[in-house]
């Protein structure tokens, strides 16, 4: 029987104890633990052993890695003397009012407990940080993991509070800047959930689904498939196009470049609006399916502004014409759309071919980010 999610998490946690100063971690990779910086800090000038307790075992670390970014609160720890253990799943993020669960070591309880929270949202234009409601964040719960309960994933980490004494909550560091301050953790993390499946083994299959994992292969973007969002008006025409679109990049599928997803694939009673905003967020290509009904989704619909705004974040955002519309006076007017004559897919003689230049523009799209090249 697969072993709880939420006691692989505890199994994943240890407490720090540096030079007075006590704190949480949890294990990332085979040997490396995750925690704030502000925990083991102390323990830097000069450079000195780090006392970890790991399921009653007496450890030590040492520091492996700062990130490059000197003003976050995150530190990466080595062990000397290595014990076989768990590593949590960093992967995806977390939308405002989303069910929270962490594990750590306060000060009132040193043998570890449990917290909820709620998600408030997010801080500032770049969304680096969460915050969290509704639950108390007390000392020695720094660097304790956030575990999204609706993806199964860990979306962050504990940095602050916002009152030890209440239950107001605090800010987690989100994944997404942990694998950007250490890219080698992805690879990591790949090689590890590749090879121990207890962490799939322990999702839901809503888990599996609202995270984008479909199998264990795919944990932590394991095929390197980019992901391609397709935002369209809920009408059947459309859809039909759109089906048929697929079709056309069965292939791209196959050669495992590319993943895609839609809100039509959501499971029954699956969250539409979450998944979509989820989906938005972690998308590097964003599709948007163009027509007339469109355009009379996108009067009334924020989800095209929320697009162009993780364009700035380096997501590829491009129109799809399907049929004829007023579209080049729009926020996003200016976006070279495919096909690239500007011609709609319903007005072709064959459309089959219409799909195929798209298809091949996609490709060329796909490839560009594959090298690790910025949309521009």
Request: proline letters at 5%; a neutral charge.
């Amino acid at each position: 029987m697969a072993q709880s999610l939420y006691d692989l998490l505890t199994a994943c946690t240890v407490r720090i104890t540096s030079k007075g100063e006590q704190g949480t971690g949890f294990f990332v990779a085979p040997n490396l633990i995750l925690t704030c910086k502000h925990v083991i800090e102390n323990a830097l000038k000069p450079p000195s052993l780090i006392d970890v307790t790991w399921q009653g075992q007496s450890l030590t670390a040492s520091l492996y890695a700062l990130p490059t970014t000197s003003t976050l609160d995150l530190a990466l720890l080595q062990l000397v003397n290595i014990p076989q253990h768990p590593c949590v799943l960093l992967h995806g993020g977390a939308e405002p009012f989303s069910k929270l669960y962490s594990y750590g070591y306060a000060d009132i309880k040193p043998q570890g407990a449990s917290t909820t929270f709620d998600s408030e949202g997010w801080i500032g234009a770049q969304q680096e940080l969460l915050r969290l409601k509704d639950g108390q964040v007390r000392p020695g719960m720094s660097g304790s993991p956030v575990l999204n309960s609706v993806t199964g994933c860990i979306c962050g980490m504990v940095q602050s509070t916002r009152d030890r004494a209440t239950p107001l909550g605090g800010e987690a560091i989100m994944t997404k800047v942990i694998l950007r301050e250490f890219p080698e953790l992805a690879d990591k993390q790949k090689q590890f959930h590749t090879q121990d499946k207890r962490w799939y083994d322990a999702m839901t299959i809503e888990q599996r689904k609202e995270s984008g994992i479909k199998d264990r292969l795919s944990l932590t973007g394991a095929s390197n498939a980019i992901e391609v969002f397709f935002l369209y008006a809920d009408v059947e025409e459309d859809k039909r196009w759109i089906n048929k679109f697929e079709k056309h990049l069965a292939l791209l599928q196959k050669q495992e470049l590319i993943t895609t997803w839609h809100k039509d694939k959501l499971e029954p009673g699956g969250d539409v609006k979450a998944s979509m905003s989820e989906h938005l967020r972690t998308a590097s290509i964003i599709l948007l399916m163009v027509s007339s009904d469109f355009m009379d989704y996108y009067r009334e619909s924020t989800d095209v502004e929320k697009a162009l705004r993780m364009r700035k974040e380096g997501a590829r955002v491009i129109p799809i014409i399907l049929r004829a519309s007023d579209w080049e006076t729009s926020s996003f007017g200016g976006l070279q759309p495919l096909p690239y004559n500007r011609k709609p897919i319903k007005n072709w003689k064959d459309d089959d071919q219409a799909f195929l230049e798209v298809t091949q523009g996609l490709r060329k799209v796909v490839i560009e980010l594959a090298k690790g090249k910025r949309p521009v």
